[in-house]
């Protein structure tokens, strides 16, 4: 069974200050997805970033980067100079893809705080 | 602008009482979900579709209805609803793998 487990529930940072979440996950396919979502306070789930796990380079997109390590089951995920707009709740995920019907495994989340 | 769209965004109901909440994509995927977001409990799939009249439970299926008649829509019937169903429930349609959620439907079922 697949299993993802985001260890960090809360994360309070002054503004500027780097911040990096861990996620760590479980499945026995070789083939899935990793996945980040972001949840506001306004409460939608905003899509971050798709990771295949073929493919470990990492990524960064604007102050966003994201660390992925297959030998470790890992894909944390970096913000660098935090704003307070980056306060939200943020979710990794998993999914093992259509022939498991797409559904995505959820972490339990990390609340992110930046305060000015 | 591809989007999906949820409706009502909030309801507030009595225990019994039918309700559907509706689910619309304009970006002709095949695959659409919804989960429902309960704290301590987190994001849990209800019911999931591959395709027009192609649906199947998720993991939390009961108490749930879904169907799947065209592609765009893909609606969640509570036939008879009760407390425990209180929840946040969101919509999500696929593409390349990537589910892109609705806005939420805050639902209170008293």
């Known amino acids: 069974a697949q299993k993802v487990t985001q260890a960090q529930t809360e994360i309070s940072v002054v503004e500027k200050e780097d911040v990096t979440l861990d996620c760590v996950y479980e499945?026995?396919?070789?083939?899935?997805?990793l996945f980040w979502y972001k949840q506001p306070p306004s409460g939608e789930l905003v899509f971050l970033i798709r990771?295949?796990?073929?493919?470990?380079q990492n990524e960064i997109s604007g102050r966003y980067s994201w660390n992925f390590q297959k030998s470790t089951s890992s894909f944390n995920f970096t913000i660098t100079a935090s704003q307070v707009v980056d306060s939200a709740v943020y979710f990794c995920?998993?999914?093992?893809?259509?022939?498991?019907?797409?559904?995505?495994?959820f972490g339990g989340g990390t609340r992110v705080l930046v305060k000015p | 602008e591809a989007q999906v769209t949820q409706n009502p965004r909030y309801l507030i109901t009595v225990t019994g009482k039918k309700l559907t909440v509706t689910c619309s994509q304009n970006?002709?995927?095949?695959?659409m979900s919804w989960y429902r977001q309960d704290p301590g409990l987190g994001l849990r799939q209800i019911y999931y579709?591959?395709?027009?009249?192609?649906?199947d439970k998720g993991d939390v299926p009961e108490g749930y209805k879904v169907s799947r008649k065209e592609k765009r829509n893909f609606p969640l019937i509570l036939e008879s609803p009760s407390p425990n169903q209180t929840s946040l429930y969101f919509c999500?349609?696929?593409?390349?793998?990537?589910?892109?959620f609705g806005p939420g439907t805050r639902l209170l079922v008293l």
């Open positions: 999500a349609s696929t593409w390349g793998e990537t589910q892109y």
């Open positions: 499945t026995r396919d070789t083939t899935y997805y």
């Open positions: 990771r295949n796990s073929f493919d470990e």
């Open positions: 995920a998993l999914s093992e893809g259509k022939a498991a019907g797409n559904k995505l495994t």
């Open positions: 970006m002709n995927h095949e695959y």
């Open positions: 579709s591959m395709n027009v009249e192609v649906t």
